[in-house]
Protein backbone atom coordinates (compact mmCIF):
# COMPACT_ATOMS: atom_id res chain seq x y z
CA UNK A 1 0.00 0.00 0.00
CA UNK A 2 1.04 3.48 -0.84
CA UNK A 3 1.95 6.32 1.61
CA UNK A 4 0.68 9.55 0.31
CA UNK A 5 1.48 12.42 2.23
CA UNK A 6 -1.96 13.50 3.71
CA UNK A 7 -3.98 10.79 3.30
CA UNK A 8 -4.74 8.19 5.97
CA UNK A 9 -5.60 4.63 5.87
CA UNK A 10 -8.34 4.02 8.30
CA UNK A 11 -9.76 0.46 9.37
CA UNK A 12 -12.68 0.47 7.47
CA UNK A 13 -10.65 0.89 4.54
CA UNK A 14 -12.12 4.92 3.27
CA UNK A 15 -9.25 7.50 3.28
CA UNK A 16 -9.68 10.49 5.12
CA UNK A 17 -7.99 14.02 4.44
CA UNK A 18 -5.36 14.52 7.23
CA UNK A 19 -6.79 18.00 7.89
CA UNK A 20 -10.47 16.50 8.26
CA UNK A 21 -8.74 14.02 10.82
CA UNK A 22 -7.26 16.57 12.31
CA UNK A 23 -10.47 18.48 12.88
CA UNK A 24 -11.99 15.62 14.10
CA UNK A 25 -9.49 15.11 16.64
CA UNK A 26 -9.61 18.65 18.00
CA UNK A 27 -13.46 17.84 18.13
CA UNK A 28 -12.75 14.76 20.19
CA UNK A 29 -10.34 16.61 22.38
CA UNK A 30 -12.71 19.63 23.16
CA UNK A 31 -15.51 17.01 24.04
CA UNK A 32 -12.96 14.81 26.41
CA UNK A 33 -12.17 18.55 27.81
CA UNK A 34 -15.81 18.86 28.66
CA UNK A 35 -16.12 15.14 29.84
CA UNK A 36 -13.65 15.45 32.45
CA UNK A 37 -15.32 18.69 33.53
CA UNK A 38 -18.52 16.32 34.06
CA UNK A 39 -16.39 13.88 35.44
CA UNK A 40 -14.97 15.99 38.05
CA UNK A 41 -18.30 16.94 39.17
CA UNK A 42 -20.06 13.50 39.06
CA UNK A 43 -17.22 12.28 41.02
CA UNK A 44 -17.79 14.85 43.95
CA UNK A 45 -21.26 13.65 44.33
CA UNK A 46 -21.16 10.22 43.97
CA UNK A 47 -18.35 11.05 46.74
CA UNK A 48 -20.89 12.54 48.84
CA UNK A 49 -23.46 9.57 47.81
CA UNK A 50 -20.91 7.46 49.08
CA UNK A 51 -20.71 9.38 52.53
CA UNK A 52 -24.43 9.82 52.91
CA UNK A 53 -24.55 5.79 53.17
CA UNK A 54 -22.69 5.68 56.13
CA UNK A 55 -24.39 8.63 57.83
CA UNK A 56 -27.52 9.29 58.79
CA UNK A 57 -30.04 11.81 56.49
CA UNK A 58 -30.39 13.74 59.74
CA UNK A 59 -26.45 14.57 59.32
CA UNK A 60 -26.16 14.20 55.57
CA UNK A 61 -28.56 13.52 52.87
CA UNK A 62 -27.91 11.80 50.22
CA UNK A 63 -28.09 14.22 47.03
CA UNK A 64 -31.45 12.95 45.69
CA UNK A 65 -33.08 14.11 49.66
CA UNK A 66 -31.19 17.26 48.68
CA UNK A 67 -32.27 17.56 45.18
CA UNK A 68 -36.09 17.31 46.31
CA UNK A 69 -35.70 20.04 48.84
CA UNK A 70 -34.50 22.19 46.56
CA UNK A 71 -37.52 21.77 44.62
CA UNK A 72 -39.11 22.30 47.24
CA UNK A 73 -37.77 25.10 48.51
CA UNK A 74 -38.48 26.44 44.88
CA UNK A 75 -41.05 25.53 44.76
CA UNK A 76 -42.78 27.75 47.50
CA UNK A 77 -41.07 30.56 46.75
CA UNK A 78 -39.54 32.00 49.54
CA UNK A 79 -35.92 30.89 48.77
CA UNK A 80 -36.16 32.68 46.04
CA UNK A 81 -36.80 35.93 47.80
CA UNK A 82 -34.34 34.87 50.08
CA UNK A 83 -31.77 34.97 47.73
CA UNK A 84 -32.89 37.97 46.08
CA UNK A 85 -32.52 40.10 49.51
CA UNK A 86 -28.82 38.35 49.54
CA UNK A 87 -27.93 38.83 46.31
CA UNK A 88 -28.86 42.81 46.86
CA UNK A 89 -26.81 42.58 50.09
CA UNK A 90 -23.82 41.43 48.22
CA UNK A 91 -24.06 43.31 45.14
CA UNK A 92 -24.32 46.81 47.45
CA UNK A 93 -21.72 45.71 49.66
CA UNK A 94 -19.32 44.78 47.02
CA UNK A 95 -19.88 48.15 44.92
CA UNK A 96 -19.76 50.29 48.35
CA UNK A 97 -16.31 48.09 49.19
CA UNK A 98 -14.71 48.63 45.18
CA UNK A 99 -15.31 52.36 45.26
CA UNK A 100 -13.82 52.76 48.64
CA UNK A 101 -11.08 50.83 48.02
CA UNK A 102 -10.41 52.37 44.45
CA UNK A 103 -10.63 56.07 46.34
CA UNK A 104 -8.08 54.71 49.01
CA UNK A 105 -5.86 53.01 47.42
CA UNK A 106 -5.31 55.57 44.98
CA UNK A 107 -4.81 58.21 47.51
CA UNK A 108 -2.04 56.35 49.22
CA UNK A 109 -0.41 55.60 45.80
CA UNK A 110 -0.39 59.11 44.86
CA UNK A 111 1.41 60.49 48.47
CA UNK A 112 3.76 58.81 49.61
CA UNK A 113 2.96 61.00 52.73
CA UNK A 114 -0.44 59.76 53.03
CA UNK A 115 0.84 55.89 52.27
CA UNK A 116 3.47 56.11 55.23
CA UNK A 117 1.40 57.76 57.73
CA UNK A 118 -1.96 55.20 56.84
CA UNK A 119 0.39 52.06 56.19
CA UNK A 120 0.03 51.44 60.18
CA UNK A 121 -3.98 51.70 59.92
CA UNK A 122 -4.43 49.43 56.76
CA UNK A 123 -2.54 46.86 58.46
CA UNK A 124 -4.45 47.25 61.75
CA UNK A 125 -7.16 47.05 59.71
CA UNK A 126 -6.57 43.97 58.16
CA UNK A 127 -5.65 42.14 60.90
CA UNK A 128 -8.94 42.79 63.17
CA UNK A 129 -11.23 39.56 63.08
CA UNK A 130 -14.33 39.70 61.06
CA UNK A 131 -16.55 39.19 63.95
CA UNK A 132 -15.21 41.93 65.91
CA UNK A 133 -16.56 44.17 63.27
CA UNK A 134 -19.54 42.33 63.28
CA UNK A 135 -20.43 42.46 67.04
CA UNK A 136 -19.02 46.16 67.51
CA UNK A 137 -20.84 47.46 64.65
CA UNK A 138 -24.17 46.20 65.51
CA UNK A 139 -23.45 47.12 69.18
CA UNK A 140 -22.65 50.46 68.21
CA UNK A 141 -25.48 50.74 65.32
CA UNK A 142 -28.02 48.36 65.91
CA UNK A 143 -29.35 45.38 63.47
CA UNK A 144 -30.11 47.16 60.73
CA UNK A 145 -29.51 46.93 56.83
CA UNK A 146 -27.27 49.27 57.06
CA UNK A 147 -24.98 47.86 59.47
CA UNK A 148 -24.84 44.97 58.20
CA UNK A 149 -24.11 46.37 55.09
CA UNK A 150 -20.85 48.64 56.77
CA UNK A 151 -20.22 45.49 58.42
CA UNK A 152 -19.31 43.89 55.69
CA UNK A 153 -17.51 46.77 53.53
CA UNK A 154 -15.12 46.70 57.04
CA UNK A 155 -13.86 43.24 56.98
CA UNK A 156 -13.09 43.77 53.05
CA UNK A 157 -12.46 47.19 52.62
CA UNK A 158 -8.85 47.08 53.77
CA UNK A 159 -7.53 44.12 51.67
CA UNK A 160 -8.51 45.85 48.66
CA UNK A 161 -7.47 49.20 49.32
CA UNK A 162 -4.28 48.02 49.92
CA UNK A 163 -4.33 45.75 46.16
CA UNK A 164 -5.09 48.74 44.41
CA UNK A 165 -2.47 50.90 46.33
CA UNK A 166 0.24 48.43 45.10
CA UNK A 167 -0.78 48.84 41.48
CA UNK A 168 -0.95 52.64 42.07
CA UNK A 169 2.23 51.87 43.10
CA UNK A 170 3.71 49.76 40.47
CA UNK A 171 2.46 52.36 37.82
CA UNK A 172 5.59 52.54 34.87
CA UNK A 173 6.55 56.28 35.28
CA UNK A 174 7.88 55.91 31.55
CA UNK A 175 4.35 55.16 30.08
CA UNK A 176 2.92 58.87 31.63
CA UNK A 177 6.22 60.71 30.94
CA UNK A 178 5.29 59.62 27.38
CA UNK A 179 1.13 60.40 27.63
CA UNK A 180 2.92 63.96 28.87
CA UNK A 181 5.77 64.66 25.89
CA UNK A 182 2.73 63.94 23.45
CA UNK A 183 0.82 66.73 25.68
CA UNK A 184 -1.99 63.99 26.44
CA UNK A 185 -5.21 65.83 28.89
CA UNK A 186 -5.58 64.21 32.19
CA UNK A 187 -8.90 62.43 30.53
CA UNK A 188 -6.96 60.66 27.75
CA UNK A 189 -4.11 60.20 30.13
CA UNK A 190 -6.63 57.76 32.90
CA UNK A 191 -8.51 56.43 29.85
CA UNK A 192 -5.64 54.89 28.04
CA UNK A 193 -2.49 54.94 30.48
CA UNK A 194 -3.62 54.68 34.33
CA UNK A 195 -6.74 52.65 34.04
CA UNK A 196 -5.66 49.76 31.54
CA UNK A 197 -2.18 49.59 34.05
CA UNK A 198 -4.29 49.62 37.08
CA UNK A 199 -7.13 47.02 35.66
CA UNK A 200 -5.53 43.62 36.27
CA UNK A 201 -5.10 44.80 39.85
CA UNK A 202 -8.99 46.03 39.88
CA UNK A 203 -9.78 42.53 38.30
CA UNK A 204 -8.53 40.21 40.62
CA UNK A 205 -9.22 42.79 43.84
CA UNK A 206 -12.80 42.36 42.71
CA UNK A 207 -12.89 38.53 42.63
CA UNK A 208 -11.10 38.48 45.68
CA UNK A 209 -13.14 40.82 47.26
CA UNK A 210 -16.20 39.25 46.01
CA UNK A 211 -15.79 35.72 47.05
CA UNK A 212 -15.07 37.43 50.61
CA UNK A 213 -18.18 40.29 50.62
CA UNK A 214 -20.48 37.24 49.67
CA UNK A 215 -19.23 34.90 52.69
CA UNK A 216 -19.70 37.06 55.01
CA UNK A 217 -22.74 38.88 53.86
CA UNK A 218 -24.02 34.90 54.54
CA UNK A 219 -22.35 35.26 58.46
CA UNK A 220 -23.68 38.81 59.12
CA UNK A 221 -27.63 37.56 57.92
CA UNK A 222 -27.45 34.62 60.40
CA UNK A 223 -26.04 36.86 63.02
CA UNK A 224 -28.06 39.95 62.79
CA UNK A 225 -31.01 39.75 60.04
CA UNK A 226 -34.23 38.23 60.11
CA UNK A 227 -34.49 37.26 56.25
CA UNK A 228 -31.74 36.34 53.55
CA UNK A 229 -29.86 33.05 52.77
CA UNK A 230 -27.50 33.14 55.97
CA UNK A 231 -30.82 33.73 57.86
CA UNK A 232 -32.42 30.83 56.93
CA UNK A 233 -29.13 28.33 57.00
CA UNK A 234 -29.97 29.27 60.35
CA UNK A 235 -33.52 28.64 60.74
CA UNK A 236 -33.52 25.26 59.13
CA UNK A 237 -30.00 24.37 61.29
CA UNK A 238 -32.00 25.36 64.41
CA UNK A 239 -34.93 22.99 62.85
CA UNK A 240 -32.07 20.44 62.35
CA UNK A 241 -33.34 20.21 59.14
CA UNK A 242 -29.69 19.34 56.69
CA UNK A 243 -31.30 18.63 53.61
CA UNK A 244 -32.93 21.95 53.97
CA UNK A 245 -29.47 24.09 55.16
CA UNK A 246 -27.61 22.02 52.12
CA UNK A 247 -30.47 23.08 49.13
CA UNK A 248 -30.39 26.71 50.75
CA UNK A 249 -26.32 26.48 50.46
CA UNK A 250 -26.29 24.82 47.20
CA UNK A 251 -28.73 27.25 45.96
CA UNK A 252 -26.58 30.44 46.52
CA UNK A 253 -23.46 28.62 45.44
CA UNK A 254 -24.61 28.03 42.31
CA UNK A 255 -25.54 31.61 41.65
CA UNK A 256 -22.47 32.46 43.09
CA UNK A 257 -20.18 29.94 40.43
CA UNK A 258 -22.19 31.14 37.89
CA UNK A 259 -21.11 34.83 38.45
CA UNK A 260 -17.32 33.64 38.91
CA UNK A 261 -18.00 31.72 35.77
CA UNK A 262 -19.27 34.36 33.93
CA UNK A 263 -16.03 36.81 34.98
CA UNK A 264 -13.47 34.09 34.19
CA UNK A 265 -14.70 32.90 30.95
CA UNK A 266 -16.52 35.35 29.82
CA UNK A 267 -15.27 39.47 31.10
CA UNK A 268 -11.32 38.47 31.26
CA UNK A 269 -10.67 37.06 28.26
CA UNK A 270 -12.26 40.18 26.79
CA UNK A 271 -10.58 42.99 28.91
CA UNK A 272 -7.40 41.10 28.73
CA UNK A 273 -7.38 40.33 25.05
CA UNK A 274 -4.30 42.44 24.70
CA UNK A 275 -1.95 40.06 26.94
CA UNK A 276 0.38 37.64 25.45
CA UNK A 277 -1.42 33.70 25.90
CA UNK A 278 0.02 31.77 28.60
CA UNK A 279 1.01 28.43 27.18
CA UNK A 280 -0.86 25.62 29.67
CA UNK B 1 17.03 94.58 13.36
CA UNK B 2 15.60 92.27 14.96
CA UNK B 3 16.82 88.52 14.46
CA UNK B 4 14.46 85.49 15.26
CA UNK B 5 15.32 83.93 18.56
CA UNK B 6 17.23 80.16 18.38
CA UNK B 7 14.72 77.10 18.45
CA UNK B 8 17.20 76.01 21.58
CA UNK B 9 19.39 77.43 24.06
CA UNK B 10 20.91 76.36 26.95
CA UNK B 11 22.87 78.59 28.61
CA UNK B 12 25.97 78.21 31.38
CA UNK B 13 23.62 74.73 31.98
CA UNK B 14 24.48 72.72 35.52
CA UNK B 15 22.82 69.73 36.23
CA UNK B 16 23.60 67.49 39.52
CA UNK B 17 21.63 63.93 40.76
CA UNK B 18 21.39 63.00 44.18
CA UNK B 19 21.83 59.72 45.27
CA UNK B 20 21.88 58.09 47.97
CA UNK B 21 22.43 61.47 49.76
CA UNK B 22 25.70 62.82 47.57
CA UNK B 23 25.34 65.07 44.80
CA UNK B 24 27.16 63.90 41.68
CA UNK B 25 27.08 66.09 39.20
CA UNK B 26 26.21 65.11 35.64
CA UNK B 27 26.11 68.19 33.08
CA UNK B 28 28.89 71.03 33.80
CA UNK B 29 28.53 74.46 32.09
CA UNK B 30 26.94 73.36 28.34
CA UNK B 31 25.96 76.01 26.43
CA UNK B 32 24.83 75.85 22.91
CA UNK B 33 22.30 76.60 19.98
CA UNK B 34 20.20 75.02 17.77
CA UNK B 35 18.78 77.64 14.83
CA UNK B 36 15.19 76.36 13.51
CA UNK B 37 15.30 73.28 10.87
CA UNK B 38 18.74 72.51 12.14
CA UNK B 39 19.95 68.75 12.88
CA UNK B 40 22.16 68.41 15.55
CA UNK B 41 23.76 65.18 16.83
CA UNK B 42 24.64 64.55 20.57
CA UNK B 43 27.40 62.16 20.45
CA UNK B 44 29.09 60.68 23.44
CA UNK B 45 30.22 57.25 25.29
CA UNK B 46 27.60 55.63 27.53
CA UNK B 47 26.40 57.81 30.35
CA UNK B 48 27.86 60.85 29.59
CA UNK B 49 24.31 63.12 30.00
CA UNK B 50 22.96 62.52 26.62
CA UNK B 51 19.45 61.36 28.07
CA UNK B 52 19.65 63.97 30.41
CA UNK B 53 19.79 66.88 27.88
CA UNK B 54 16.63 65.82 25.76
CA UNK B 55 14.76 65.12 29.31
CA UNK B 56 15.72 69.11 29.65
CA UNK B 57 14.79 70.19 26.35
CA UNK B 58 11.10 68.39 26.80
CA UNK B 59 10.57 69.76 30.31
CA UNK B 60 10.52 66.21 31.91
CA UNK B 61 13.61 66.71 34.02
CA UNK B 62 12.64 70.40 35.83
CA UNK B 63 15.55 70.48 38.25
CA UNK B 64 18.94 72.44 36.78
CA UNK B 65 20.77 75.71 37.21
CA UNK B 66 21.22 77.84 33.92
CA UNK B 67 18.71 78.75 31.22
CA UNK B 68 16.88 76.75 28.90
CA UNK B 69 14.93 78.60 26.25
CA UNK B 70 13.06 77.07 23.44
CA UNK B 71 12.19 80.05 20.60
CA UNK B 72 13.33 82.58 22.80
CA UNK B 73 10.88 81.51 25.61
CA UNK B 74 12.01 79.81 29.35
CA UNK B 75 11.17 76.41 28.78
CA UNK B 76 8.73 76.18 31.42
CA UNK B 77 6.59 78.51 29.41
CA UNK B 78 7.02 76.89 26.26
CA UNK B 79 4.49 75.96 24.04
CA UNK B 80 6.40 74.60 21.30
CA UNK B 81 5.08 71.00 20.15
CA UNK B 82 8.07 69.18 20.45
CA UNK B 83 7.95 64.89 20.15
CA UNK B 84 10.32 62.72 21.63
CA UNK B 85 11.44 59.07 20.58
CA UNK B 86 12.53 57.24 23.85
CA UNK B 87 15.98 54.86 23.80
CA UNK B 88 12.38 52.22 24.99
CA UNK B 89 9.85 52.00 22.33
CA UNK B 90 7.34 53.38 25.56
CA UNK B 91 4.15 51.73 23.14
CA UNK B 92 1.10 50.72 25.44
CA UNK B 93 0.74 47.06 24.86
CA UNK B 94 -2.93 47.19 25.65
CA UNK B 95 -3.54 48.66 22.36
CA UNK B 96 -3.16 48.03 18.72
CA UNK B 97 -0.20 49.25 16.34
CA UNK B 98 -2.81 51.81 14.83
CA UNK B 99 -4.29 52.43 18.19
CA UNK B 100 -1.36 53.64 19.56
CA UNK B 101 -0.87 55.90 16.72
CA UNK B 102 -4.13 56.84 17.48
CA UNK B 103 -3.24 57.92 21.09
CA UNK B 104 -0.41 60.49 20.01
CA UNK B 105 -3.02 61.31 17.65
CA UNK B 106 -5.70 62.14 20.11
CA UNK B 107 -3.16 63.59 22.69
CA UNK B 108 -1.85 66.26 19.77
CA UNK B 109 -5.60 67.17 19.13
CA UNK B 110 -5.56 66.33 15.41
CA UNK B 111 -8.72 65.95 13.81
CA UNK B 112 -10.15 62.25 13.92
CA UNK B 113 -10.64 62.23 9.99
CA UNK B 114 -7.25 62.62 9.46
CA UNK B 115 -6.21 59.73 11.74
CA UNK B 116 -6.29 56.89 9.06
CA UNK B 117 -4.28 58.62 6.55
CA UNK B 118 -1.98 59.54 8.88
CA UNK B 119 -1.35 55.87 10.60
CA UNK B 120 -1.35 54.65 7.00
CA UNK B 121 1.06 56.73 5.61
CA UNK B 122 3.74 56.93 8.56
CA UNK B 123 3.15 53.01 9.06
CA UNK B 124 4.03 52.82 5.41
CA UNK B 125 7.07 54.68 6.18
CA UNK B 126 8.89 51.98 8.35
CA UNK B 127 7.60 49.51 6.47
CA UNK B 128 4.77 47.93 8.85
CA UNK B 129 1.55 47.87 6.74
CA UNK B 130 -0.63 45.41 7.19
CA UNK B 131 0.19 45.16 11.33
CA UNK B 132 -2.20 47.70 12.20
CA UNK B 133 -4.48 45.51 14.18
CA UNK B 134 -1.57 43.74 15.76
CA UNK B 135 -1.11 44.03 19.59
CA UNK B 136 2.76 45.14 20.66
CA UNK B 137 3.49 41.88 22.31
CA UNK B 138 3.05 40.29 18.66
CA UNK B 139 6.03 42.31 17.06
CA UNK B 140 9.40 41.81 17.33
CA UNK B 141 11.91 44.12 19.57
CA UNK B 142 12.46 46.16 16.01
CA UNK B 143 8.99 46.27 14.80
CA UNK B 144 8.18 47.52 18.07
CA UNK B 145 10.94 50.76 17.53
CA UNK B 146 9.11 51.24 14.31
CA UNK B 147 5.96 51.87 15.71
CA UNK B 148 7.52 53.97 18.12
CA UNK B 149 9.44 55.91 15.35
CA UNK B 150 6.14 56.14 13.24
CA UNK B 151 4.23 57.27 16.33
CA UNK B 152 6.72 60.34 17.56
CA UNK B 153 6.44 60.84 13.42
CA UNK B 154 2.54 61.10 12.72
CA UNK B 155 2.12 63.98 15.03
CA UNK B 156 3.90 66.43 13.15
CA UNK B 157 6.39 68.30 15.77
CA UNK B 158 8.21 71.41 15.64
CA UNK B 159 11.16 70.07 17.54
CA UNK B 160 11.64 66.00 17.29
CA UNK B 161 14.34 64.86 19.65
CA UNK B 162 15.08 61.20 19.07
CA UNK B 163 17.32 59.21 21.85
CA UNK B 164 19.99 56.36 19.92
CA UNK B 165 16.18 55.63 17.85
CA UNK B 166 17.89 53.09 15.75
CA UNK B 167 20.39 51.19 18.60
CA UNK B 168 18.05 48.27 18.59
CA UNK B 169 17.62 47.44 14.68
CA UNK B 170 19.74 46.01 12.13
CA UNK B 171 21.61 47.47 10.13
CA UNK B 172 19.87 47.66 6.61
CA UNK B 173 16.75 48.80 8.30
CA UNK B 174 18.48 51.32 10.25
CA UNK B 175 19.76 52.93 7.17
CA UNK B 176 16.76 52.58 5.38
CA UNK B 177 15.24 54.29 8.06
CA UNK B 178 17.48 57.13 8.14
CA UNK B 179 17.43 57.89 4.82
CA UNK B 180 13.08 58.20 5.14
CA UNK B 181 13.79 60.16 8.23
CA UNK B 182 16.41 62.93 6.24
CA UNK B 183 13.69 62.61 3.44
CA UNK B 184 11.29 64.03 5.53
CA UNK B 185 13.65 66.31 7.42
CA UNK B 186 13.94 67.32 4.06
CA UNK B 187 10.70 68.31 3.40
CA UNK B 188 9.77 70.05 6.45
CA UNK B 189 13.00 71.26 8.33
CA UNK B 190 11.64 70.08 11.39
CA UNK B 191 14.39 71.01 14.48
CA UNK B 192 16.36 67.70 15.08
CA UNK B 193 18.23 66.85 18.26
CA UNK B 194 19.68 63.40 17.80
CA UNK B 195 21.61 61.27 20.28
CA UNK B 196 23.80 58.79 18.98
CA UNK B 197 27.16 56.77 20.11
CA UNK B 198 28.08 56.05 16.53
CA UNK B 199 30.27 58.84 14.63
CA UNK B 200 29.38 56.56 11.07
CA UNK B 201 25.48 58.10 12.11
CA UNK B 202 26.48 61.01 12.98
CA UNK B 203 28.16 62.29 9.99
CA UNK B 204 25.70 61.08 7.55
CA UNK B 205 22.49 62.92 9.30
CA UNK B 206 23.84 65.97 11.26
CA UNK B 207 24.38 69.31 10.39
CA UNK B 208 26.54 69.74 13.40
CA UNK B 209 28.24 67.61 15.86
CA UNK B 210 28.45 67.86 19.51
CA UNK B 211 30.91 65.96 20.50
CA UNK B 212 30.46 65.42 24.60
CA UNK B 213 33.11 63.86 27.09
CA UNK B 214 31.96 62.64 30.59
CA UNK B 215 32.36 62.95 34.14
CA UNK B 216 30.57 65.24 34.16
CA UNK B 217 29.09 65.95 31.34
CA UNK B 218 30.18 68.80 29.42
CA UNK B 219 30.26 69.58 24.93
CA UNK B 220 33.99 70.10 24.34
CA UNK B 221 33.49 70.05 20.51
CA UNK B 222 31.02 71.55 17.48
CA UNK B 223 32.21 69.76 14.24
CA UNK B 224 30.48 71.02 11.23
CA UNK B 225 29.60 68.69 8.73
CA UNK B 226 29.66 70.37 5.32
CA UNK B 227 28.83 67.59 3.24
CA UNK B 228 26.36 68.04 0.47
CA UNK B 229 22.85 66.47 0.95
CA UNK B 230 21.26 63.98 -0.11
CA UNK B 231 24.37 62.10 1.44
CA UNK B 232 25.15 58.45 0.46
CA UNK B 233 26.38 55.82 2.57
CA UNK B 234 29.07 54.52 0.55
CA UNK B 235 30.67 57.93 -0.64
CA UNK B 236 34.14 58.42 0.22
CA UNK B 237 33.83 62.07 1.48
CA UNK B 238 31.19 60.25 4.05
CA UNK B 239 33.91 57.82 4.62
CA UNK B 240 36.72 60.71 5.28
CA UNK B 241 34.21 63.14 7.11
CA UNK B 242 33.71 60.50 9.33
CA UNK B 243 37.12 59.15 9.99
CA UNK B 244 38.26 62.70 11.14
CA UNK B 245 35.53 62.76 13.24
CA UNK B 246 35.99 59.99 15.03
CA UNK B 247 39.83 60.43 15.53
CA UNK B 248 38.29 63.82 17.38
CA UNK B 249 35.94 62.27 19.39
CA UNK B 250 38.51 59.44 20.31
CA UNK B 251 40.60 62.43 21.36
CA UNK B 252 37.68 64.13 23.04
CA UNK B 253 36.52 61.48 25.08
CA UNK B 254 40.05 60.05 25.35
CA UNK B 255 39.38 56.42 25.69
CA UNK B 256 42.43 55.43 23.95
CA UNK B 257 44.95 58.13 25.25
N1 LIG C 1 17.20 59.76 37.72
C1 LIG C 1 18.52 59.70 37.92
N2 LIG C 1 19.00 59.69 39.18
C2 LIG C 1 20.32 59.65 39.41
N3 LIG C 1 21.26 59.60 38.45
C3 LIG C 1 20.85 59.59 37.18
C4 LIG C 1 19.45 59.64 36.84
N4 LIG C 1 19.34 59.63 35.50
C5 LIG C 1 20.58 59.57 35.01
N5 LIG C 1 21.51 59.56 36.01
C6 LIG C 1 22.96 59.53 35.84
O1 LIG C 1 23.30 60.54 34.94
C7 LIG C 1 24.32 60.10 34.05
C8 LIG C 1 23.91 60.38 32.64
O2 LIG C 1 22.79 59.60 32.32
P1 LIG C 1 22.14 59.61 30.87
O3 LIG C 1 20.98 58.69 30.90
O4 LIG C 1 21.88 61.00 30.46
O5 LIG C 1 23.31 58.97 30.00
P2 LIG C 1 23.39 58.75 28.43
O6 LIG C 1 24.45 59.64 27.90
O7 LIG C 1 22.05 58.88 27.82
O8 LIG C 1 23.90 57.25 28.35
P3 LIG C 1 23.49 56.06 27.33
O9 LIG C 1 24.20 56.29 26.05
O10 LIG C 1 23.99 54.84 28.01
O11 LIG C 1 22.01 56.10 27.20
C9 LIG C 1 24.58 58.65 34.35
O12 LIG C 1 25.78 58.56 35.06
C10 LIG C 1 23.43 58.22 35.23
O13 LIG C 1 23.90 57.35 36.23
MG1 LIG D 1 20.64 57.55 27.13
Redesign the interface.
Known amino acids: MSNNEGVILTSEGDYLRDDKLQSIGSKLVALLGKGKWMLSLLSLVALWWIMSLYLTSKVLPNPIQTLKAMVDDIGDGAILSHLGITMFRVIFAFVLTMTLGLVIGCIMGLSRKVAGFFNLWMVVGMTIPALVYIVVIFLWLGLSEFSAILAVTCTTVFTISFNIWEGVKSMDK??M?????????KK?TYR??IF?QL?PYIMASARFGLGLTWKMVIFVELMGRPDGIGFMINYWYSLYNMSHVLSNAITFIIVMLMIELFISRWLEPRLF????KTSH | MTTTPYKISFKNLNKSFTVNGSKKQILRNINFEVETGEFICLLGSSGCGKSTILNLISGLDKEYSGEISIDGIPQAKSQAHLSYLFQEPRLLPWLTVEKNIHFALEAAKVPKTEWKDRTEHYLDLVNLSGTEKHYIHQLSGGMQHRVSIARAFSVNPEILLMDEPFGALDELTARDIRKSLLQLWQKDRKTVVFVTHNTLEATYLADRIFMMSSNPGEIDEIVPVSLSRPREYESDELFQTNKQAMSRFVQISGQLA
Open positions: KLEMSFIFGADLKVPMAWRP
